[in-house]
């Protein structure tokens, strides 16, 4: 028997809101020794990220990045650099461009950003975040 197509007409691309509603929530089920990694780190959902970080990491458009982990570089020891407030950044926009074309659930997609930008940050290995993702 054939199912009846359901009525789709009414639904909208998830928000800022959203999305930053989906990420406290994929953060907050992150193990806790990872999460302390970065303590109590704010989530800044934009659409796209600013034209300084497409320039600074010389990207060919916006959509070439998901997220970004921003906080001292803890590779360099040089204190005279710029200091930067640490927070995550997520991209909606380029989030959902991905979600699209993959069959992976959003809130999969975020967590996986957020255990990427948070864990390259630090200096894990990619094995280390696997296993954080498995444990979640």
């Not at 028997?1 to 989906?22: F, H, K, N, V």
């Not at 809130?107 to 280390?128: A, C, N, P, W, Y």
Request: proline share 7%.
């Amino acid at each position: 028997m054939m199912r009846e197509p359901s009525d789709y007409s009414g639904m909208l691309a998830p928000t800022l809101d959203d999305l930053e509603a989906i990420a406290a929530t994929a953060f907050a089920a992150l193990p806790e020794r990872f999460r302390h990694l970065c303590g109590e780190i704010p989530i800044v959902i934009q659409d796209f990220p600013e034209e300084d970080v497409l320039v600074e990491m010389d990207l060919e458009s916006p959509f070439d990045i998901l997220g970004l982990f921003q906080g001292p570089d803890l590779a360099m020891s040089d204190t005279g650099s710029a200091p930067y407030t640490t927070m995550i950044f997520l991209y909606r926009r380029p989030i959902l461009d991905y979600w699209a074309e993959h069959e992976e659930r959003l809130g999969d997609v975020i967590r996986h950003v957020l255990v990427h930008e948070i864990g390259h940050h630090f200096g894990l290995s990619d094995g280390d975040m696997e296993r954080i993702e498995a444990e979640t």
